[in-house]
């Protein structure tokens, strides 16, 4: 194997691990001020954003399983963050709202991750943005990770989890 930047190897390297690093540290600190893990979060935001979501419409946004949001739900509702209400529309589906104490995590949670990204995405140029997709789904490629399921969120393991959460 010939390379005419061997140093390009541990650079990029380095690169990702420090995206893991950053996604790891990220989850710790979310943790110690919040309660939550980053899936947690991103729920509550979606909650905070929606009008009294289904678990549907945030397995849909999240790009997740039912099942998985269901997991997540149930551990904030016995956290009281959320609370499951019957559909005012539709007896046959439950809403998902959040509860004052929700709220309050959302309000004292640190700067997501993945929103911090996202302001940044956006103000690239367009030419710039498409070039950071393609390289990402190649590094994926690479890593023969390109077919995982995976949601919006910067978070290190799976989104669902036997382990306790925080």
Known sequence: MTQ??????????????RILRATELYARDLAQAAGVT????????????KKDPTAKTLAN????SQATVTALVDKLVARELVSRQPSAQDRRQTNITLTT???DVLEEAPDALQQRYVRAFADLADWEQAQ????????????NVDSL???PVLATGELRTSKKAY
Do not use: F
């Open 61 to 64: 946004q999240m790009g997740v």
């Open 4 to 17: 005419k930047h061997p140093d390009r190897v541990d650079e990029s390297l380095i690169a990702l691990r």
């Open 101 to 103: 104490q929700g709220e």
């Open 149 to 151: 399921d995976a949601a």
């Open 38 to 49: 980053p899936a947690q979060l991103r729920v509550l935001q979606i909650v905070g954003e």
């Open 132 to 143: 950071l997709v393609s390289s990402l789904e190649r590094v994926a490629a690479m890593l």
